[in-house]
């Protein structure tokens, strides 16, 4: 009867020990998650300011590339994709990318003086991991509170070719 008593106590030890190993491999497991969403929130800032760099070169080459007489500015993001104002078939922008932080292919976008659209920016609320570090491109995406904030836009400069169309 002895034995019977003692495998009794053997099997509570074996089960407080197995409820303590469950606890630390799903406290590490829930670290991994945490630091893996991080990491991927980290990944999709990278990919806003590529995609950021490539709508702005696509405003600026829209812009260089205006017609006599013609708007220098485009309508909507799809003039981009495929240039309106001129017979030749001109690219500016491959595709409207879809934003990764909210996996839409949906962007605020900023208004051109005079008509058109100058600029786009996420459509995500969440807070920016990055707050600073940015390259001379992005310094104006330095401590923003939402991702919202970060404008990618190209702001022509003045020259000539800018003030004759004035």
């Keep these: ?28 497991f829930a670290a991994t998650v945490t ?21 702005r ?20 993001l799809s003039d981009l994709l495929l240039d309106p104002r001129t017979s030749l078939s001109r690219r500016h922008l491959r595709h409207i990318f879809p934003d990764p932080l909210t996996g839409k292919a949906e962007w605020g ?17 969440e807070k920016p991991i990055k707050a600073g570090g940015f390259d001379p491109d992005f310094e104006s995406c330095a401590n923003k509170s939402k991702y919202s904030e970060w404008v990618f836009q190209s702001i022509p400069e003045v020259s000539s070719k800018s003030s004759m169309r004035n």
């Design 57 to 76: 070169n696509a405003f600026k080459t829209y812009y260089e590339s205006t017609p006599p007489g013609g708007k220098p500015y485009p309508q909507q």
């Design 1 to 28: 009867m002895r034995l019977i008593f003692r495998s009794r106590q053997e099997g509570g030890f074996s089960y407080v020990g197995l409820l303590i190993l469950v606890g630390v491999v799903g406290a590490m």
């Design 109 to 125: 976008t900023v208004a051109a003086p005079g008509g058109g659209i100058i600029g786009v920016y996420s459509l995500s609320s």
């Design 35 to 55: 630091t893996g969403a991080l990491m991927q929130r980290r990944l999709a800032e990278e990919e806003l300011l590529f995609i950021g760099t490539q709508f």
